[in-house]
């Protein structure tokens, strides 16, 4: 388990996250940080939605880069299409609030 409960799992992506500028404003407090991702399925070409979560190794307020691991709040998440390279969108409501790199 992570500090605040949610499984960790065999899967997690290291990760670079870039917050955009209006999300700089207001960071994350905590070292976990659960939010609802866009990826276009690798099966179908569709959009679809899952709600991820990241734990940061490292969270400064002065930096709009911070690394971590990615894993899926749900076991079934679409794992396959977290390869290096893939930059997937985190949006808070219809905001869009950082932009992550499969590193």
Known sequence: ???IGLPTQEGERRVRVRW???KLRNLPVSN???TVSD???SND???TNWSVVITFDNKSPSDEIWTGKLGFLS???PWDQLAKGKIITLYEGRTISAE???I
Request: hydrophobic fraction near 35%; glycine fraction near 14%; proline fraction near 5%.
């Open 20 to 22: 955009l500028n209006e």
């Open 100 to 102: 992550v790199e499969i």
């Open 32 to 34: 976990c940080y659960s």
């Open 75 to 77: 076991p079934d998440g």
């Open 39 to 41: 990826m276009v399925s």
């Open 45 to 47: 070409g569709k959009l």
């Open 1 to 3: 388990m992570t500090g």
